[in-house]
């Protein structure tokens, strides 16, 4: 699996921003796509995921970024897998990657996902 996160940038406290993960390569039936993002001198956190075989709606999300950010994928268009991220505050700048594993176990532990984009960088300013 390869994936490739895109979007990132320099926004207003306040603002909205759209990542995109890019998704191509071997796919396995049953999966998890995440978000996740690592700020400078922190552990890498996660944000949401989103599970291949989860019933519309069976998202799971952070409580740092619940009702804030949105993970969606457009499956009648392509693999890929966004995240919405809306009245963001400075403290939500980091590296922003998005992450797969096989199966649909709702994890939020990084260790547990095989397969990482390189990151897209996020920056919020006050």
């Known amino acids: 699996v390869q994936l490739q996160a895109s979007g990132g940038g320099l926004a207003q406290a306040g603002g909205s921003l759209r990542l995109s993960c890019a998704v191509s390569?071997?796919?396995?039936?049953?999966?998890?796509l995440a978000w996740f993002r690592q700020a400078p001198g922190k552990e890498r956190e996660f944000l949401a995921g989103f599970g291949q075989k989860w019933s519309t709606g069976s998202t799971f999300y952070a409580d740092s970024v619940k009702g804030r950010f949105t993970i969606s994928r457009d499956l009648a268009k392509s693999m890929d897998v966004y995240l919405q991220m809306n009245s963001l505050e400075p403290e939500d700048t980091a590296v922003y990657y998005c992450?797969?594993?096989?199966?649909?176990?709702?994890?939020?532990?990084?260790?547990?996902?095989?397969?990482w984009g390189q990151g897209t960088l996020v920056t919020v300013s006050s």
């Open positions: 992450a797969s594993k096989s199966g649909d176990g709702r994890s939020v532990e990084a260790q547990v996902y095989p397969y």
């Open positions: 390569g071997r796919t396995f039936s049953t999966y998890v």
